[in-house]
């Protein structure tokens, strides 16, 4: 199992351009989270699904869009960046009627920079 | 306004000795509290967690204490290596866990040799 895997590892952008990351997960989870994570702050949740075709806004969802047409994947789009979305970016899953413990499976992360 | 608070952004301590790490929060609708573990350049991974309903979670060399009263929760190592040295971070959920976890800034554990 390669468990949460993101594309790309690495990206730089220029203000106004639009890009998506690919979160991919082949444990079955039905759960998946896109979180953001800046110097000294914890993550912040943006965007998640408790299904597949189902989204909800997290706490700081602005500039930001997602979508989930396949149950393994999820993506994160940003129309228009700005340079204050310049972030690591975590993508997680989990199945909490399986785990008592509501663990969250990370992936390992996608750095992007915006110019 | 922060629910989750990890006050201590780094704490070194020696190889062989306990390491303690502290937690607070303010929303009283938590229901589980998670630890996690980070390298650099590497995703979270999960270290231990404790549901609302208990006081102690154990394992191995980790156990986690809830305070439920005074909204605290500590996660203690014993004996501390030098692969515990990491960025810890406190999470918490509610609502069942469908909502994402809130997370605390972390606290940057250095074990000294």
């Known amino acids: 199992n390669a468990g949460v895997t993101q594309t790309p590892k690495f990206r730089v952008l220029k203000t106004g351009q639009s890009m998506t990351l690919l979160c991919a997960q082949d444990m079955n989870h039905e759960y998946m989270y896109w979180y953001r994570q800046d110097p000294g702050m914890g993550l912040r949740l943006i965007h998640y699904?408790?299904?597949?075709?189902?989204?909800a806004k997290g706490e700081v969802p602005d500039g930001y869009n997602v979508s989930r047409l396949k149950k393994q994947n999820f993506l994160l789009g940003l129309e228009s960046a700005a340079p204050s979305q310049t972030s690591v970016y975590f993508c997680?899953?989990?199945?909490?009627?399986?785990?008592?413990?509501?663990?969250?499976?990370f992936g390992p992360g996608t750095r992007l920079t915006v110019t | 306004d922060q629910q989750v608070k990890q006050n201590s952004p780094s704490l070194s301590v020696q190889e062989g000795r306990i390491s303690i790490l502290n937690c607070d929060y303010t929303n009283s609708m938590f229901d589980y509290f998670l630890w996690y573990k980070k390298y650099p350049a590497e995703g979270p991974t999960f270290l231990i967690s404790i549901s609302s309903i208990k006081d102690k979670n154990e394992d191995g060399r980790f156990t986690v204490f809830l305070n439920k009263s005074a909204k605290h929760l500590s996660l203690h190592i014993v004996p501390s290596q030098p692969g515990d040295s990491a960025v810890y971070f406190c999470?918490?959920?509610?609502?069942?866990?469908?909502?994402?976890?809130?997370f605390g800034k972390g606290t940057h554990l250095i074990i000294q040799p």
């Open positions: 999470a918490a959920s509610a609502g069942g866990g469908a909502d994402g976890l809130t």
């Open positions: 699904s408790v299904g597949e075709g189902t989204t």
């Open positions: 997680a899953s989990s199945y909490p009627r399986l785990s008592p413990t509501y663990e969250q499976y």
